[in-house]
């Protein structure tokens, strides 16, 4: 594609997940100008499959992103580029994105009348050797999207809080045993007490390292014999913004780490719009992370842009005709 520097976009669309995509597909479809930009980098890179999405159950994560830009190619108005958005600053009544290893090398910069951002999250996991190269396999944290094909077999969950209570609680319908790795931390009474009550396993010894054994995993413990696992889900990672511009922007956060937004995707600052696990409702206390969400996300932030063009457009209906 070729980017037009001089052109005043009605929307750029920063990431190239589920949520950017929907996002740009519902602007298309309103004919509006839009330019999603992708810079490949994804927080299920590590995932074989995606699950729990009507349609795609087992979809690989690449194949749904090649349809759905197939998809974008029958839109005129849409433009999709593979490239990085460093920095996205005001510019009078419009916004200005910095694009960097655009096409033909060297940067660039695009304006435009609003902004979806949907660069989602990265994840931040415990030190555990092994545990990174398994993430998104073996290892993962949502047993709505890895939980059932874990059914029959022997389950780890990773984490001593009272997550790990809630968690062998979801997974007692999918797996045939269950051991929670408490790795060296203290249990709480109520926790421990809900682990016994539901014959859940406790290892406190400290983990000293988890590798691949066949479909599963073997977890090695400081003191104690080797755990042999069907899969693993962890309860102690944390996220962060995986780009900068939440704190370039100055939006509004929450204290999950997430830009607050309302049922719309409308951020703080006019203009500037969030979809995907990187922003959520203040009535919830974390991202609903899944395809499906992230999806549902990126319709609505679209919804909301073009909603608010309509209104500009209705209070000042002089630019609307032109």
């Not at 949520?19 to 479809?29: C, E």
């Not at 849409?78 to 096409?103: F, I, M, N, Q, Y």
């Not at 944390?238 to 409308?266: H, K, N, V, Y």
């Amino acid at each position: 594609m070729t980017i037009a520097p001089d052109k005043t976009y009605d929307a750029v669309v920063i990431g190239g997940g589920p949520a950017g995509l929907q996002a740009a597909l519902t602007l298309g479809r309103m004919r509006r100008d839009v330019v999603a930009f992708d810079s490949s980098e994804y927080r299920n890179a590590s995932a074989r499959h995606m699950h729990n999405a009507v349609t795609n159950d087992g979809t690989s994560p690449e194949d749904f992103r090649t349809a759905a830009r197939a998809e974008l190619a029958a839109y005129d108005t849409v433009e999709t580029c593979e490239a990085k958005v460093t920095e996205v600053v005001p510019e009078g009544d419009l916004w200005s994105v910095r694009v960097d290893a655009a096409p033909g090398g060297g940067s660039l910069r695009v304006r435009a009348k609003n902004v979806v951002l949907a660069t989602g999250l990265r994840d931040t996991l415990p030190d555990t050797p092994g545990l990174a190269d398994l993430w998104g396999d073996v290892v993962a944290q949502c047993p709505y999207c890895h939980g059932y094909e874990l059914k029959g077999r022997h389950v780890a969950i990773l984490g001593s809080g009272p997550h790990a209570g809630r968690v062998s609680m979801l997974l007692a319908r999918i797996a045939d045993r269950i051991t929670v790795l408490a790795d060296g931390e203290d249990l709480e009474g109520e926790t421990r007490e809900l682990l016994a009550r539901n014959g859940v396993d406790v290892r406190e010894e400290p983990v000293t390292g988890v590798h691949r054994h066949g479909e599963g995993a073997v977890v090695s413990f400081a003191d104690g014999p080797d755990e042999e696992i069907g899969g693993m889900f962890v309860t102690t990672s944390s996220f962060a913004q995986a780009a900068p511009f939440a704190e370039q922007l100055g939006l509004a956060m929450l204290p999950s780490g997430c830009i607050r937004t309302d049922e719309l995707g409308r951020t703080s600052r006019d203009g500037i719009y969030a979809a995907g696990d990187l922003a959520h409702l203040a009535s919830l206390p974390m991202p609903l992370a899944s395809v499906v969400t992230a999806t549902s996300a990126g319709l609505l932030a679209a919804t909301a842009v073009d909603q608010d063009l309509v209104d500009a457009a209705i209070a000042d209906p002089a630019p609307a005709m032109a």
